[in-house]
């Protein structure tokens, strides 16, 4: 199937920096990307959609300022995690789909610990 | 009330048992269901996927849906200790997976050689 990159696979940080986690769409044009957050055996939260060119959807309750997402390309999309804190540590993860695919997929998901 | 409910377990059997995973729902207008492996420290990947009530099988998967009682199943024969992940139930409101999901809790599955 397809694949969707997701990196770094895990990233440590001091409190108050940011973050930036990336999702390539490595051989289709991932028109729309999800991302999440999911906390130890918590289910997948979803925290905002966004279309390439367009701005992102957040999901209620989710900081844009904080989160912030870009979608400029159909192969790349970002989450940026600003002035991070402890409580944003988490498993991050993005679904990536495209037109003319049946199925978005998964990336391999970002553990961030803010210390 | 969740829209999803998944009982998180965790749940540990034998090598070689039946195992029977599920999720219950509240809203009837989910049309679309789905089964997700996650292995830890990774992302979900897909296992099965079913558009109406009954059962659909691959291999040694069975994805079961009964809209009228809104309870999805999905039963694992021959079980592996290589099934060892968590499970997570989603469903969406579309004919496919391509748009907003509602996931389950997840249900932490560990098959014992």
């Known amino acids: 199937g397809a694949v969707v990159s997701q990196h770094p696979s895990w990233v440590i940080c001091k409190s108050g920096t940011s973050v930036k986690i990336e999702c390539r769409s490595l051989?289709?044009?991932?028109?729309?990307m999800f991302w999440y957050r999911q906390f130890p055996k918590q289910s997948l939260m979803l925290m905002a959609t966004?279309?390439?060119?367009?701005?992102?959807?957040?999901e209620q309750g989710v900081e844009k300022d904080k989160f912030l997402i870009n979608h400029a390309s159909l192969t790349l999309s970002t989450l940026t995690v600003t002035s991070a804190h402890p409580e944003d540590s988490s498993f991050y993860i993005c679904?990536?789909?495209?037109?003319?695919?049946?199925?978005?997929?998964f990336g391999q998901g970002t553990r961030l610990t803010v210390v | 009330q969740k829209e999803v409910e998944q009982d998180p377990g965790p749940l540990s059997v034998p090598e070689g048992a039946i195992v029977s995973l599920n999720c219950t729902y509240s809203?009837?207008?989910?049309?679309?269901f789905m089964w997700y492996r996650q292995y830890s420290r990774k992302g979900p990947e897909l296992l099965m996927y079913?558009?109406?009530?009954g059962n659909k099988e691959d291999g040694r998967f069975t994805a079961q849906v009964d809209k009228s009682s809104k309870y999805i199943s999905l039963f694992i024969r021959d079980s592996q200790p290589s099934d060892s992940a968590t499970y997570l139930c989603?469903?969406?409101?579309?004919?496919?997976?391509?748009?907003?999901?509602?996931f389950g809790q997840g249900t932490t599955l560990q098959v014992k050689p």
């Open positions: 966004s279309n390439e060119g367009s701005k992102a959807t957040y």
């Open positions: 809203n009837s207008a989910f049309q679309y």
């Open positions: 989603a469903m969406s409101f579309g004919s496919s997976n391509t748009g907003k999901l509602i």
């Open positions: 079913t558009y109406s009530s």
């Open positions: 051989d289709f044009q991932a028109t729309t």
């Open positions: 679904r990536g789909g495209g037109i003319s695919n049946t199925e978005a997929f």
